[in-house]
């Protein structure tokens, strides 16, 4: 069974259905636009963090360089002063072999 629908029934339907595209068309892009922005805040905090994770890297590894350029320089103090006390007691040594013979 075929059932014909006047025209105006048709008209109001089409009707309802233009108007309800008219105000969900709107919330649908006004939502699109508000994902985006989101998106964009996102990527610039994800930006941000990353540029101070390299910066907190970079400082510790010029601290990590900066200790151990300081280890090196101890290190070689303590071997100098080693070495003058070595040589002292060489002097001291043979200063007091050669009282000894004499």
Request: charged residues 15%; hydrophobic residues 40%.
């Amino acid at each position: 069974m075929v059932m014909i629908q006047s025209s105006s029934t048709v008209s109001a339907a089409v009707t309802a259905i233009f108007i309800a595209t008219i105000f969900i068309f709107p919330t649908v892009i006004i939502s699109a636009f508000a994902q985006s922005e989101g998106t964009n805040q996102t990527m610039k905090n994800i930006s941000q963090e990353s540029n101070q994770t390299l910066k907190e890297v970079g400082q510790s590894a010029n601290q990590t360089g900066e200790a151990i350029q300081q280890n090196a320089s101890d290190f070689g103090s303590n071997i100098s002063e080693g070495a003058k006390e070595l040589g002292t007691n060489i002097t001291e040594g043979v200063k007091n072999l050669a009282e000894n013979i004499g």
